[in-house]
């Protein structure tokens, strides 16, 4: 069974226009902090981000935020986390962030979101990483990005074995019985004589 010390959440600044993103974005934070598990997230006090964080505080976990300098001149640094880690560029963001994490769970957000999650995908492809990452797809809010990597599986340019590798779903409890038992199966990305 994997052991997850600290998990990674990417999700939105913002909060979305339906309440049920923040009902899960609280009912997420309580479960990590429920479980013994740190969130590792952006280091924000705003959207989804900040009630993630909030709701893993008041049930007594561990927060760690990594913020570039620049947003919390902004002020949107969230102040009442165990630790908060300021960093220069959003680049040193993302990769101080995979360094404290065990695992990466992405909640509703935007193109942010998208970013630092894809960029886990692409290294879990490469095989620089072999932990789990998953899509909690509140409401159908990532149905269309399941059908997309279908299709990029259709079309040849992922292989079923690395899209099976990325659980989509709507429940915490399966999402958390998912990560804890979660294989890497790392396939080399082909390469043939005819196209190099």
């Known amino acids: 069974m994997r052991d997850i010390k600290a998990l990674c959440v990417y999700c939105g600044s913002s909060s979305g226009t339906r309440p049920e993103y923040t009902?899960?974005?609280?009912?997420?934070?309580?479960?990590?902090?429920?479980?013994?598990?740190a969130l590792v997230y952006g280091g924000g006090k705003v959207g989804l981000m900040g009630t993630v964080a909030d709701a893993v505080v008041a049930a007594g976990g561990r927060v760690i935020g990594v913020i570039p300098r620049q947003l919390v001149e902004k002020e949107v640094a969230h102040t009442g986390l165990s630790e908060l880690h300021v960093v220069e560029t959003m680049?040193?963001?993302?990769?101080?962030?995979?360094?404290?994490?065990?695992?990466?769970?992405?909640?509703?957000?935007g193109f942010g979101t998208m970013d630092e999650m894809f960029e886990m995908l692409t290294w879990a492809q490469l095989g620089l990483h072999t932990y789990p990452c998953a899509f909690?797809?509140?409401?159908?809010?990532?149905?269309?990005?399941?059908?997309?990597m279908d299709h990029m599986v259709?079309?040849?340019?992922?292989?079923?074995?690395?899209?099976?590798?990325?659980?989509?779903?709507?429940?915490?409890?399966?999402?958390?019985?998912?990560?804890?038992?979660?294989?890497?199966?790392y396939t080399p990305k082909w390469i043939t004589k005819e196209s190099v």
């Open 23 to 37: 009902e899960v974005a609280r009912a997420f934070g309580t479960r990590l902090a429920k479980e013994n598990i």
């Open 154 to 185: 259709a079309e040849g340019f992922v292989k079923q074995v690395q899209r099976d590798q990325v659980w989509f779903g709507d429940s915490i409890d399966a999402v958390f019985d998912w990560m804890k038992t979660y294989e890497s199966t």
């Open 136 to 148: 909690l797809d509140v409401l159908g809010f990532y149905k269309g990005l399941a059908a997309s």
């Open 91 to 109: 680049h040193e963001r993302k990769t101080r962030m995979y360094e404290l994490s065990d695992a990466f769970v992405a909640l509703p957000g």
